[in-house]
């Protein structure tokens, strides 16, 4: 069973736009929760972390974190063509499980 | 990213033997060898942590993992299938056994292709 879900699978929004990105994940023992960005053609890398419930902000990204519901969710405002990627979420405790990701595509 | 080099980046292959080398220069405990193929996110293959192998994911046997020292990750494939065409990615993260992963460090990845 994937212990990482993701939603939407594909996400297209206009450039300046708002693109919202979901995970959930089915294993109660996680407590850190991670958002890596996989343009295409290069490796990922962590975009943001969230280990506390609420909301982190790093300038036009921001990520919540329910963890009674253990759902994750990124916020990108004024999208740009160059945040079209491959977003990955992952929860990890002593070892670290991936979504199956969210293919962004910001039209210019 | 320079700060975990692999080696090759690109490869293609018959059925032969190939090795591939990864090195981080980030002081990280814990080693980890990813298969990503086309339209996939990462899965992982194997993971050391203090050069020690904790867990081997079942990966075929003609992929065998190799960590001569806890900066460097080495990883023999022998008689390659068409199933192994994929980028591998080498990563690197400050794990310690029992205790939370931390934020993994990926290598620009070595692409196989297999004829």
């Known amino acids: 069973q994937q212990k990482v879900q993701q939603s939407p699978e594909s996400l297209i929004v206009p450039e300046g736009g708002m693109a919202s990105l979901n995970c959930t994940s089915s294993?109660?023992?996680?407590?850190y929760f991670w958002w890596y960005r996989q343009h295409s053609g290069k490796s990922p890398k962590m975009l943001m972390?969230?280990?506390?419930?609420g909301e982190k902000e790093e300038g036009r990204f921001t990520v919540h974190l329910n963890k009674a519901s253990l759902h994750t969710s990124l916020h990108i405002r004024d999208s740009q063509p160059s945040d079209s990627a491959l977003y990955l979420c992952?929860?990890?405790?002593?070892?670290?499980?991936f979504g199956d990701g969210t293919q962004l595509v910001v039209k210019p | 990213n320079t700060k975990i080099t692999q080696s090759p980046r690109y490869l293609i292959l018959g059925r032969a033997n190939k090795s591939l080398e990864c090195e981080q220069h980030?002081?990280?405990?814990?080693m980890y060898w990813y298969k990503q193929s086309a339209e996939k996110p990462p899965e992982l293959m194997f993971l050391?942590?203090?050069?020690?192998?904790?867990r081997n994911e079942t990966v075929p046997s003609r992929f065998i993992p190799e960590c001569p020292d806890s900066s460097k990750l080495l990883l023999h494939i022998s008689a390659v299938d068409p199933e192994d065409s994929a980028v591998y990615f080498c990563?690197?993260?400050?794990?310690?056994?029992?205790?939370?992963?931390?934020?993994?460090?990926f290598g620009e990845g070595s692409k196989l292709t297999v004829l």
């Open positions: 050391y942590n203090l050069k020690q192998l904790i």
């Open positions: 972390s969230i280990f506390s419930n």
């Open positions: 294993d109660r023992n996680v407590d």
């Open positions: 990563a690197s993260s400050q794990a310690n056994w029992g205790a939370n992963t931390g934020q993994l460090y």
């Open positions: 992952a929860a990890s405790n002593n070892r670290i499980f």
């Open positions: 980030l002081g990280h405990n814990a």
